[in-house]
């Protein structure tokens, strides 16, 4: 009701005298006589702060307003979050520190498997679910806003409630250790779950023909395999970074982890049935030995590669790719096309010069 009652006429007015400090200047009084207002009902200053918010996003002057307390609202987070830190008294967790700490590792198991569970429930990964009950195991500072210290310890004792906020103030400055405990222990897991799914490559590749198999899912390999499903050509990439195997995997894409340069790998993902092959993959070494190898045993596959420079730009034709392209042969291409029609070219005459340049670099004349 005050929302639209109050709040949406108030703002129409300020909006339409066109000065901006008055417009800040509302948005402040709203939220402190909200906070005034919740305190003087018992609660929290925090909660009438939260519900000004809920109250301001109704209207249709909250992108106003959420720009105008942007260079705020970073500051006062600190503010908020240094309160809190400075609500911590260390003379009851001394006096209590047996009970704080059986109380904080209570919360954090009994919140942290009720996560746990939940995300396995819905489907999510043994990792991503030990992630996310780790990140969240710990206390949320939705407790100092919905109850302060005067509100709550007219439920409770004094020293109960000063041992609660004590344990929800520690378990969110360990949030972070936890996080990173997290993170290590999931890719225990991730390493797990992917080769599992790297086991399932044959049988998910089995119905595929006619495919291109992508060797390095970095940057460039990524851009190729989006532009191959903007144009519904199939493909299966392999990549020996397990991070981004993993998140390829988790967006559905078409991503295994593997060697490149082991046959069985090859064979695993369908080589023998691919029409095309992209190596991306950084080391030469690698890109030079995947090469040989996909043309000693799949002869009839073409093979295109990257190349960062023109060192190893004859040894890979030779190793019998059908197309190297340099890194930064296309970039300076473009440049130079931009170049010329700057300087008043036709487009289709440096259409012409660049084509015929790129030709004559990449040697497809001899091909």
Known sequence: ILGRIVFRPLYRVMAATGNPELFMATTFLVVLGTSFFTQIAGLSLELG???????????????QI???????????????????????????????????????????LLKGSLLFFLARFF???????????????????????????EVIREFITPGVADVLFLVVGLSMAITPLLSTFGKRISMFFEVAEVKADVKQAPQEVAEL????????YGRVGQMVGDMLSEKLIPYVAIDNDMRRVTEGRLKGLPIFYGDARRLEVLRAIGAENASAAVITLKQMTAS?????????HFPDLPVCV????????EKLLNSGALLVVPETLEPSLQLASAVLKAVGTPQEEAFKIVESYRKQQLHLEDA
Request: neutral net charge.
């Open 123 to 149: 489907g999510l990964r043994t990792s991503n679910a030990i992630r996310i009950s780790l990140l969240l195991a710990g206390g949320g500072e939705f407790v100092f806003v919905i109850f302060s210290p």
């Open 209 to 216: 023909s006619g495919h291109v198999v992508i060797a390095g």
């Open 66 to 108: 959420e720009a105008d307390i942007e260079p705020f609202r970073g500051l006062l987070l600190g503010v908020f979050f240094m309160s809190v830190g400075m609500g911590i008294h260390v003379e009851t967790l001394l006096s209590n520190f047996a009970l704080v700490i059986t109380v904080l590792m209570s919360l954090i």
């Open 306 to 313: 990257r190349v960062r420079d023109q060192q190893h730009y």
């Open 288 to 296: 030079v030995r995947t090469v040989m190898n996909m043309r000693r």
């Open 49 to 63: 702060a939260f519900l000004a918010g809920m109250l301001l996003a109704e209207t249709e002057y909250r992108h």
